[in-house]
């Protein structure tokens, strides 16, 4: 989810051979020859003279050690540390706060369990190299030893302030708390991560209105996913409001106060999940991660779940739902502000670029941008009903095909955007691409 170079300027000159290799799929999958135009033409040589390029500008820091540090969420409903040496070659992941077990076949402990330094995950890097040019590849690493697959390696996109990607996976199995709250055995390659190296925990500059958007699952539920569709009023003090943008939705403060942390995060405890406990009371907790990037505050809302079968140790229960999402400003999205590209990791653990133009969004996976069945082309509808909320259909199937939801935390910012596929949330969250 780093700022990445776009292949979308606003006066590249005709005849310019500099364009990413995946923009002709993007100009495929979109169908809009208003983004050839974007781009100064069709890249024939033929109409203009190439202006000469200005220098480069770096999409990363040229180098970063362990004194940035990183603070972010996960898929998993993980808060966590990312941290990297650029020049050691060499990566750790610190688990803050968790649920997801440390061993397969127990509840606990959890990864954020700090006993004896376990919950410090280290490895090394290695330098990516299967991206369209060597400025994307110089700013995108891969974790040697974090992915659960050897097929599919974790990887982390930086950029300036921001990193992005997945963090090491883990397989997951539980039999039950007296007979309830099973988990089956699954087993997740990596887990998606964003994350940033300055964060706000200053209520009076954090309150306002916002629109919220995410998934969570739910382990002992066969991992059931929901989707998270709201807005939030949050006051100076902590407290809050959550209104459900769904028929018979209520609104309701569903926390404790959000409260800052020493961490460089708020948090809310006995914060309810999108479906009850399924097993005593609601014990799961909110981490709210203001990241400050490019001028905006880029809210990321984390769930992490509760779960205990230890009967000497009450309470006993399993809250475990756990997910992510993030959070905009209930403000007008004026199209075209927002045209640019995006990069992010999806719920299906899939990395994506997005590129948006106007009225027009494409979805594609940069590992593999020739193959059109990866690819989703949007229409955008700027009408917001729902004032910062951009409704999308699918550009295949039109009215009758999924119907999804963007939102912005400003240009140059992050989106999210979330999809109703048959009943189930697909999500993902990107990073402006500069």
């Known amino acids: 989810m780093p700022q990445l170079p776009s292949p979308l300027p606003d006066s590249l000159p005709v005849g310019n051979h500099r364009r990413q290799p995946w923009l002709g799929r993007v100009a495929l999958v979109l169908g809009a020859t ?63 706060d968790s649920s997801v077990p440390r061993t397969t076949g127990t509840i606990k402990p959890t990864r954020s369990d700090p006993t004896g330094g376990k919950n410090v995950m280290t490895g090394t890097l290695a330098k990516e190299t299967g991206l369209p040019t060597g400025k994307l590849n110089q700013c995108a690493f891969q974790l040697l030893g974090a992915s659960l697959d050897p097929a599919r390696p974790a990887r982390l996109f930086i950029g300036q302030g921001v990193m992005g ?125 203001v990241g400050k990037l490019a001028g905006h505050l880029v809210p990321i809302m984390i769930r992490v779940g509760f779960a205990n079968d230890d009967f000497t140790q009450l309470p006993v229960g399993a809250d475990d739902e756990i997910g992510i999402g993030m959070m905009a400003q209930a403000v007008s999205a004026p199209q075209g502000t927002y045209n640019a590209e995006y990069v992010g990791v999806d719920s299906n653990f899939e990395y994506r670029v997005t590129a948006l133009v106007d009225g027009d969004a494409a979805m594609l996976d940069p590992f593999r941008a020739s193959d059109a069945t990866l690819a989703t082309a949007l229409k955008l509808d700027f009408s917001q009903t729902v004032p910062g909320v951009v409704t999308t259909t699918r550009k295949d199937v039109g009215a009758s095909g999924p119907k999804g939801k963007f939102m912005f935390t400003g240009p140059r910012g992050v989106f999210g955007f979330v999809e109703d596929r048959n009943g189930s949330p697909y999500f993902t969250v990107g990073a402006f691409v500069e």
Request: proline share 6%; glycine share 14%; hydrophobic share 35%.
């Open 34 to 96: 208003a983004l050839l135009a974007a781009c100064g033409g069709d890249g024939d040589g033929g109409g203009g003279t190439a202006t000469p390029a200005a220098a480069p500008v770096r999409l990363c820091p040229s180098a970063i050690d362990y004194s940035t540090p990183y603070i972010g969420g996960t898929g998993s409903g993980e808060l966590v540390k990312v941290q990297i040496d650029t020049t050691q070659r060499t990566w750790a992941v610190t688990f803050l």
């Open 165 to 289: 990607g997945t963090i090491p996976g883990a397989r997951i199995q539980f039999n039950g708390i007296a007979g309830a709250g099973s988990v089956p055995d699954t087993t997740f390659p990596f887990f998606q991560f964003i994350g940033f190296a300055q964060t706000e925990t200053d209520l009076t500059k954090i309150a306002g209105t916002y629109n919220g958007s995410g998934f969570h699952e739910v382990p002992s539920k066969k991992f059931q996913m929901v989707a998270q569709d709201y807005r939030m009023a949050l006051a100076a003090d902590g407290s809050f409001t959550v209104c459900d943008n769904k028929a018979g939705g209520t609104c309701k403060q569903r926390g404790d106060k959000f409260v800052p942390q020493d961490n460089g995060t708020l948090l809310s405890t006995h914060y309810e999940g999108e479906l009850p406990p399924t097993l005593g009371a609601v014990l799961g907790r909110a981490y709210l991660i």
